[in-house]
């Protein structure tokens, strides 16, 4: 079987640690844009796309957001698969009509986060699951006509519409991106050596169940591709379920 081609919009403004854990997790032909310098894919002959985490809002002021919003609508609206990770999700929900707020709070840390139970996107993970988050952003309103996947008390965590999926925790986060990224943030020096403690091996492997979700996806893709090479010519394959 061919591998999968899979456009990743890499929003972290050439974070290291965000092309290393991507590459480990998607076991896939990977193409990766930079969007924050501009670089965006000149055609939509991809099987699936993946947009990362940010340092930016969706709501801000920057050259480089507009192109990206552009880029993704279309490919939406061409059926190409998305997975969005945190800004990626809050981009998702932006592109297809919801809105994405300051909470007015900081998220950060491994936390307890539930799923429905209704999506095939968290095959094999416990209902409630541990996963590493970092955020002040959120999902507000769900674009209409969408599922709500995922929530903790903080926030939503995760939903889909149609072909599109969106996680606001980091399922692709490893030991060493979580302690940089706790590291450079504005916290109070009790909060940091708070967060830091919570940064051990042992949780880490726990958060490792919520890293299914990438396979998971990448499994839909098939599907699709699968239910698209044995329709009739000129239709269109229903959706699958979610």
């Not at 998607?26 to 501009?38: H, R």
């Not at 009509?97 to 094999?124: K, N, Q, W």
Request: proline share 4%.
């Amino acid at each position: 079987m061919s591998q999968l081609r899979i456009a990743v919009l890499n929003a972290s403004h050439r974070d290291e640690n965000t092309t290393r854990n991507f590459r480990r997790e998607l076991d896939a032909s990977l193409a990766e844009f930079d969007v924050t310098e501009g670089s965006l894919p000149e055609t939509f002959d991809f099987d699936g796309a993946v947009v990362t985490g940010s340092r930016s809002s969706v709501y801000w002021d920057e050259e480089w957001i507009p192109p990206t919003k552009e880029w993704v609508g279309e490919a939406i609206e061409r059926d190409i698969p998305f997975l969005g990770i945190c800004w990626g999700h809050q981009l998702l929900a932006d592109v297809l009509g919801g809105t994405v707020e300051d909470m007015g709070t900081y998220e950060v840390g491994y936390s307890e986060i539930e799923h429905s139970g209704e999506s095939r996107l968290f095959d094999g993970i416990s209902r409630e699951f541990t996963a590493f988050t970092s955020h002040a952003d959120e999902v507000s309103d769900l674009p209409s006509g969408s599922e709500p996947l995922a929530k903790n008390h903080y926030s939503n965590h995760g939903f889909r519409k149609d072909r599109v999926f969106g996680l606001q925790f980091h399922p692709e986060y490893d030991t060493k991106t979580a302690r940089e990224l706790v590291h450079r943030k504005e916290l109070s020096d009790e909060r940091r050596e708070s967060v830091l403690t919570e940064i051990t091996e042992e949780n880490y492997q726990k958060a490792c169940e919520a890293k299914l979700v990438f396979e998971n996806f990448l499994e839909y893709v098939r599907e699709l591709q699968s239910m698209e090479a044995t329709a009739e010519p000129g239709s269109r394959p229903e959706r699958t379920s979610s």
